[in-house]
Each structure stands twice: as structure tokens, then as C-alpha cells.
């Protein structure tokens, strides 16, 4: 069960991740 939440969570980390570079491009600044 913790191996599936964790899962799960690395999964909606990177999805939101990925939708926030989407709507935000990478600022040189930060570097992201």
C-alpha cells in the first residue's frame, strides 16, 4: 500500500510538474 501511494504520488508530482511547464515555460533564472 505504501509503495502504491507513493507511486501514485510521484505520478501526480510529475504530472502537475509537467503542466505547470507547459502553462510556465523554464525561467533562465531559476533554471527549472
Known sequence: ???SFAALQGYLL???S???HLLHPPH???GF
Open 28 to 30: 533562465p533564472l531559476h
Open 14 to 16: 510529475s504530472f502537475t
Open 18 to 20: 509537467h503542466h505547470i
Open 1 to 3: 500500500m505504501h509503495l
